[in-house]
């Protein structure tokens, strides 16, 4: 028996997350289907994260055990064949047997992407929140200057969040503009639940002036979820890039 590392990207518009749930089809769900019967073995798989549903990742990692021995080129040609259009398999590799997906994990990089066009482009929705009021960059960029460090993200999590210890380390958080597109991209030991989406959200808002840049401090004082901006959309967010 060996353990393997399985890195896939997805489109999550369709799924309901990545996690196996009841009466919901999930990524977890499609991808272990699909391995069981490339396998033709049961499978038990275990992701690095939790996504929303309708959040994308372009590189998500997840492990399984199998006594296969099929090469890794082959394996990934064959069960990506296999897979639905908006499920594709990047890599997959041996890893030590005590490996996890999940806890072995150092970090992550997310980005989420916001339209500041006052025009529907079809082409571009279904990926980003749009907006069409136009976006202060400078402010936005203010804003995660003081995302970055080590706090208690408390205030920046939905009532769903399912840990007691709500600190956690950004080690990079900013802004970028290519024309319509506004991209956050950030860096983080571990995310709450909801934690980016709040993130950006708050973002916005302080962009618009209804959350003032002195007032940052306070809110991670106070950690109190009301003093911060909305739940970005789940479509703009994009896991980029599990950290081992």
């Known amino acids: 028996m060996k353990r393997m590392l399985l890195t896939i990207s997805y489109d ?10 009841p009466n919901s089809v999930t990524v977890q769900q499609i991808l272990s289907e699909t391995l069981e019967e490339f396998l033709n073995s049961s499978v038990s798989l275990s992701g690095c994260s939790r996504t929303d549903a ?89 804003f995660c200057r003081k995302i970055v460090g080590t706090h208690d993200f408390e205030a920046f999590s939905s009532a769903g969040k399912t840990v007691a ?9 900013f802004v970028t503009k290519n024309d319509d597109i506004i991209r956050l991209q950030i860096t983080g030991n571990g995310f709450l639940y909801n934690m980016v989406r709040i993130i950006v959200g708050t973002c916005v808002e302080v962009s618009d002036g209804k959350i003032l840049i002195s ?27 599990v950290i081992y």
């Open 12 to 21: 999550g518009t369709l799924y309901h997350g990545w996690q196996v749930q």
């Open 215 to 241: 007032q940052i401090d306070d809110i991670f004082k106070n950690r109190k979820r009301e003093n911060t901006g909305v739940t970005a959309p789940a479509k703009g967010l994009f896991l980029e890039k």
């Open 165 to 173: 210890d709500t600190v956690r380390t950004v080690s990079e958080c």
């Open 54 to 142: 309708g959040v994308h990742a372009k590189e998500f990692c997840c492990h399984f055990d199998c006594d296969d021995s099929i090469p890794p080129k082959a394996f990934i040609r064959g069960l990506s064949a296999r897979l639905p259009e908006d499920i594709s398999v990047i890599d997959c590799r041996q890893v030590d047997d005590d490996f996890h997906a999940r806890y072995n994990a150092k970090g992550k990089t997310y980005a989420y992407y916001i339209l500041n066009s006052n025009i529907k482009d079809p082409f571009k929705e279904r990926y980003a929140w749009r907006i069409e009021r136009k976006l202060d960059i400078e402010k936005m960029n203010e």
